[in-house]
């Protein structure tokens, strides 16, 4: 599974985001999905996460501005960041999990090569 992220760039706070992820390979394997962020100087951490049964998870600090949506067509896999903050300022990555064991915090099988995003005061 290949996973191909876009969407990133530069936007003042307030404004709105959207990223997408397009997979591609052996997608019948996925059972899940998210979103993770890394800020500089600072760990990885979950942002939201997409259950295929249906379960969704967001991070406290993106809850109500954020939401993570697939296509299924398609193969995309999508996050909406509206309201968006300075601290929101990180390299966003997609991820793609075979098993959603110990949902929300997944182990990821396959990982993005990342897309920046930073907002401005």
């Known amino acids: 599974v290949q996973l191909v992220e876009s969407g990133g760039g530069w936007v003042q706070a307030g404004g709105s985001l959207r990223l997408s992820c397009a997979a591609s390979?052996?997608?019948?394997?996925?059972?899940?999905m998210g979103w993770d962020r890394q800020a500089p100087g600072k760990e990885r951490e979950l942002v939201a996460v997409l259950s295929f049964d249906g379960a969704i998870h967001y991070a406290d600090s993106v809850k109500g501005r954020f939401t993570i949506s697939r296509d299924n067509v398609k193969n995309m896999f999508y996050l909406q960041m509206d309201s968006l903050k300075p601290e929101d300022t990180a390299m966003y990555y997609c991820a793609a999990a075979e098993l959603d064991f110990g949902f929300p915090l997944l182990d990821y099988d396959y990982w993005g090569q990342g897309t920046p995003v930073t907002v401005s005061s």
């Open positions: 390979g052996d997608i019948r394997s996925i059972n899940a």
